[in-house]
């Protein structure tokens, strides 16, 4: 479903992506994207939603190369990471407002129903918690029926009732047969929900596989245990006059 082959982006000489390849054709499965700040999992995303154009490489979408393209985005349904939305709007005036920018069909009164948003449909959104903006920001990214879903960080600032729906909501949309991919910090989440996990590690992807084979490989209990391990691994670089230095160590929240 979406191929990206040997992409490179750069932003002034910091080279974010590094000739990077990811295959993500099966659906029915989530995928969840990990590593640690400034590892590239941003970039790759926008790269994807064509937010951000690589320097190198090509990105293709259900067969076709997403450059100079916008309708394919509309087979993709994303969730930002933080809901930026105008203050002034009421939550209806909101979603209301993201149909008819998208036109289609959305099916907002189920999810709506689910985040028990109905007495806030006509609050303004600046007066909103942001346990409640989360929620707003979970139906207008899921009302479309779309086959790839993208996720950042969803669990932000959600109660145990809401993390439960959105839980139950993802093992839904993963029967239905959607590719799911998910960026997060939270490795309890991760555990619970990931089918797959992709490590990118200074902008190439340094592990794909499943959870099991990823706490394998490391000797790991747990995948937090496992994570921890890629980050404390100190590979040696030669340097110009031959003599061996380390890396630095990375710092990856797992909280």
Known sequence: ?????????????????????????????????LGPNGSGKTTLIK??????????GSITFEGGAIKGKWAYRNRIDYLPQIARFPENLTVHELLKMVQDLRGGKPQAEHLIERFALKPFLHKRLGTLSGGTRQKVNIVQALMYDSPVLILDEPTNGLDPVALLELKSLLDEERKNGKLI????HIMSFVEQMADEVVFL???????????QQLKERYNAA??????AAILKEEPLEISANGHSKTKARLIFSTS
């Open 1 to 33: 479903m979406i191929t990206i082959q040997n992409i490179s982006k750069s932003f002034g000489s910091l080279q974010v992506l590094k000739n990077l390849d990811l295959d993500l054709k099966q659906g029915g499965k989530i995928t969840a994207i």
């Open 181 to 184: 991919l998910i960026t997060t």
């Open 47 to 56: 790269s994807i939603l064509g937010m951000v154009l690589p320097d190198a």
């Open 201 to 211: 590690l200074e902008g190439k992807v340094h592990f794909r596989g499943n959870q």
């Open 222 to 227: 747990s995948l937090e245990h496992a994570i």
